[in-house]
């Protein structure tokens, strides 16, 4: 199943980066600009939204089995 607030928080992640590189003209239409160092940014702002997804389910009153 898709998780679709997920989805929607890495949506506005991404589009938030892309927009700040066009602004400072970082993106792949300069000899400046650096796809890779693009994707690292936007794998690591993938990967902290799914480290706080966790750590939000390991918080769960559900879940907590110790007390």
């Keep these: 199943m898709v998780n679709y607030i997920l989805l ?3 949506r506005k992640l991404v ?3 892309l927009k700040e590189k066009i ?3 970082e993106i ?3 000899p ?3 796809l890779g160092c693009l ?3 936007i794998s690591w702002e993938i990967y902290y939204l799914f480290k706080e997804r966790e750590e939000k389910k390991k918080g769960s009153p559900s879940s907590d089995s110790e007390g």
């Design 32 to 34: 400046r600009s650096c």
């Design 8 to 10: 929607y928080k890495i």
């Design 39 to 41: 994707a690292d940014e």
């Design 15 to 17: 589009k938030h980066i």
């Design 28 to 30: 792949a239409t300069t």
């Design 23 to 25: 602004e400072d003209g």
